[in-house]
């Protein structure tokens, strides 16, 4: 059925070498969703025993070292080994498809940007076994972070968060560049789905707050260990500057976090309840309005520190304000579903779960957004409800709602929908027993980050119930994980557009080609690929347009003789360069770390700084299309 | 190629001018409690040097001062890895109660349970906050900023007495 032939070398399609040398976005994403799932289920552990330590008070399974570690790296993996990777992994997969185009503006780098982030990742997990795990809270609030120095524990919070900026970084660069020059013809900004806007807004999220937060890095590194004073009160230098730069990198983040889930949930929505999605453009400019919001309030993460009334009054009413463009697409996408006809698939559960469970998250939200009522609120189990009921029940459902949704077009297979449905009322059960009695436990008035509380102050019950909620929550993963392992082999196949979709991505094949596209469509609407199959009788209702069958445009190019008359495709040529690069800056990091032993320090410094040359000099100097052989 | 225009039905509409409206309320709200009926949220009153702040008066001397007896009261309070001095202390109920708090080392909080007393400790910062207690009892306070291994145990009282000296 191919009519067109490609020149990329296909000698290896297959093996471990060829995804080691990949540069095509469609096998990135598949490793980024790989590698997310794996940190998934390792973050998940670490929660796991957090919880039973907690399921008692005076507990003993974890020490209180044992247990700063575990929090901390909890955080950090959930943070930037899970729910960034996982977006990355969307977003890699399915831009591309989604504007028409048959890779990303720098494959190399976007393979670049996935190999860094998995060393990065591993390397951060390597210091359990060098001395301890980082132990400094997910935030590394100075002088904690800076002062300790009988380990290196917070030299890897330092190189490791930073590396793993970088590695997002790359990730934005490419798909800024992508989405303003590689869509289809005819496809306006406007007209690109709501997935693809959240992805470019957290790529600028992402350009214009990492650096922030890379400078901050750097200068922990160096009060640590090069004798600068950033960070010391003693010496004019200030602590709170930390929480500053943190906070401002930290605020947009979370919104980078649950934008691409956001983006998901508004394509899922309009599919499964077949109607459009209500107010496309005001969906899309709240998602521009608190991308550039959130850069105005990151200092409600501080009102304990003393900022004074002005502007503590400030950033309360910013992030009051913030809720605006948040509440304009949850209206929005209740719009969509009223009067829709709906299927309760389970991506589609997911996606109604995700809204409701974002609301009651974005409500404790608001409440923090009272300055007074926050300074009760601030270190206690109640902001810990507010950000995992807004990070679980929200981008964590979206994701899940998206490997439902998508996983026909990965593997040509459906996931197994009655496990879905188990699956997604357990861990919707679970995620609410867990997470809503911290609401409780918070204004009764315990603090986050202690590894232990005392009898008598009514805190056991709550804890007790959180633990078994947060078991339920495991089963829940473990039922997605065999729906995963099961459904990969043995799912019931899927053609093209499984679900009547509406989006570019359903126009191929279930998993697509390698060059995406047989003929690059062009698009004349929002949701074009919908108008290609229906138009409207007389009484508005959608009516199939009858040339087109089974959801799949097919071009003959030639007529019968597809060798002479096809065109070539070209597609990017596989690489080793990337892999070499991403290994070098690494050990870069790695010897930036081990600063305080420098006969260690230099020589890993020195090793990253050759391999990184090798590795982008390589690259630099390959020739961009390579013989096929 | 046709030009889209955008259409904005009308329900959107409305919610997005009813919105706009709340915001304008929340502003003056905000504004109307914040200036003129003097909230009280924590501030940065001065800077020291943590290095010898434990040296040189006040917090060479922590602890409660009466300023004004049974109205006025300053409480200087030095927290450090982990413990608050002074641990224990008292103050009569209904009295302004002003704290002044800073940190020898890391950062550290300080909140008094139960209530929206609660502001960081950091050090080369002096942290001031004024409350008044409105019911003699022993409250517990603790520290609420993460500050290493003995985050969990770093905690104190203080006992509101009656007028007439008893708690």
Sequence with gaps: MAVATTTAPTASTSGLWSW???????RIGIMYAVSAFVFFLVGGTEALLIRLQLATPNGTLLSADAYNQLFTMHGLTMVFAVIMPIAAAYQNYFVPLQIG??????PRLNAFAFWLFLFSALFLYSSFVVGGAPDGAWVGYAPLSTQLKEFIRMDYYAIGAQLLGVASLAGSVNFIATIFTMRAPGMTLLRMPVFTWMTVVTSFLLLLSL??????LWQILFDRNFGTLFYAAQAQGDPLLWQHLFWIFGHPEVYVLILPAMGIVSEILPVFSRKPLFGYAFVVFSGIAIGFLGFGVWAHHMFTAGLGPVAEAGFGLATMLIAIPTGVKIFNWIGTTWGGK????????????????????????VTHSIVPADTQQHDSYYIVAHFHYVLFGGAVFGYMAGIYYWFPKWTGRFLDEKLG?????ITFV??????????????DGMPRRTYRYPEGLGFEFWNLLATIGSFLIALGVLLLLINLVKSYRKGAPAPADPWDG???EWTTSSPPPVHNFDEIPVVHHVDDFWYRKYGVDEEGRAVRVPEVTGGTVEVEVGGEDHGEAGHDIHMPSPSYFPIIAAAGVVVIGAGLTFSSTPLVGFTLLGLGVIVTLWGLMGWAGEPITKEAH | MTTEELHVDPAERNWIVASIMLLVVFGVAVAIAGFMLGIQVPTEEQRVDPRTVAQEAPWSNPGVRELVPGEEYEVYILASRFSFVPNTFEVPVGARVTFYVTSTDVQHGFKLQDTNVNFMALPGQVSKLTTTFEEPGTYSYICTEYC???????AGSVTVTEPGGNA
């Design chain 1, 211 to 216: 650096p922030v937060i890379g400078v901050g």
């Design chain 1, 20 to 26: 080691i040398t990949t540069v095509d976005h469609k």
């Design chain 2, 148 to 154: 290493g291994l003995g985050h969990a145990v770093m």
């Design chain 1, 502 to 504: 509406r989006t570019l």
């Design chain 1, 421 to 425: 449905k188990v699956q997604f009322w």
């Design chain 1, 430 to 443: 679970g995620f609410n027993l867990t997470f809503a009695p911290m609401h409780i436990l918070g204004l």
């Design chain 1, 342 to 365: 709906l299927r309760l698939t389970t991506a589609m559960l997911f996606s109604l779960g995700f809204i409701a469970m974002f609301v009651i998250g974005g409500l404790s939200g």
């Design chain 1, 101 to 106: 185009a048959r890779d990303v503006a720098f």
